[in-house]
Nanobody, 115 residues
Framework: QVQLVESGGGVVQAGGSLRLSCVASGSGFSISAIGWYRQAPGKERELVARIFSSGSTTYADSVKGRFTISRDNAKNTVYLQMNSLKFEDTAVYYC?????????WGQGTQVTISS
């Protein structure tokens, strides 16, 4: 059974940094693409970054140059390093994995940027 658990959220001032972690259980982690999504109040969930089994990555334009996604297959963990945080980065951040035809989501971690 696939489970995803996020951590690392919190309140930080604009310009600050946070690192989110997503720990995955279940088989096939090293061959899976893992994505970080976020959802702000009143907005749709959007893809922030994704890392593939090869290590290649994609980013939303709004976070390029500020966020870095990485993975540690030995720890079944994906990280999202977030720097130069802006007020508009405030959202609940979710970890996502597709295994077979099923989408799996974590419970989310709240990131709040204060002015």
């Amino acid at each position: 059974q696939v489970q995803l658990v996020e951590s690392g959220g919190g309140v930080v001032q604009a310009g600050g940094s946070l690192r989110l972690s997503c720990v995955a259980s279940g088989s096939g982690f090293s061959i899976s693409a893992i994505g970080w999504y976020r959802q702000a109040p009143g907005k749709e969930r959007e893809l922030v970054a994704r890392i593939f089994s090869s290590g290649s990555t994609t980013y939303a334009d709004s976070v390029k140059g500020r966020f870095t996604i990485s993975r540690d297959n030995a720890k079944n963990t994906v990280y999202l390093q977030m720097n130069s945080l802006k007020f508009e980065d405030t959202a609940v951040y979710y970890c996502h994995r597709r295994w077979g035809s099923t989408d799996y989501w974590g419970q989310g971690t709240q990131v709040t940027i204060s002015s």
